[in-house]
Nanobody, 123 residues
Framework: VQLQASGGGLVEAGGSLRLSCTAS????????MGWFRQAPGKEREFVAS????????YYADSVKGRFTISRDNAKKTVYLQMNSLKPEDTAVYYC?????????????????WGQGTQVTVSS
């Protein structure tokens, strides 16, 4: 599956952004999706994941209550709504397709990755 992420940009602290990730290739609705991020000098970290049908979600503690992951299987798109952004949210954000339909958090459980989109939050 090929993934194309978009929606990143520069925003002030407290602002919002919505990332989108559109898939092409194998059946989108068959697998869970996730978002990860990587800040300069840091390792890639899990942000959020959503099950194949959208019924189950899981978030990193650092974004819980501020970020919302959702999906539209008809559009083959997964979203990450990011509210109350903080400077520490600055990173390149990657969407990924899991190898299973259920919510997962480990990077090794995701078989396909998008190219990343930059999110910069100014203080």
């Amino acid at each position: 599956v090929q993934l194309q992420a978009s929606g990143g940009g520069l925003v002030e602290a407290g602002g919002s952004l919505r990332l989108s990730c559109t898939a092409s290739g194998r059946t989108f609705s068959s697998y869970a999706m996730g978002w990860f991020r990587q800040a300069p000098g840091k390792e890639r970290e899990f942000v959020a994941s959503i099950s194949w049908n959208g019924f189950s979600t899981y978030y990193a503690d650092s974004v819980k209550g501020r970020f919302t992951i959702s999906r539209d299987n008809a559009k083959k798109t997964v979203y990450l709504q990011m509210n109350s952004l903080k400077p520490e949210d600055t990173a390149v954000y990657y969407c990924a397709a899991a190898t299973s339909p259920t919510v997962v958090t480990a990077a090794r459980a995701f078989g396909s990755w998008g190219q990343g989109t930059q999110v910069t939050v100014s203080s």
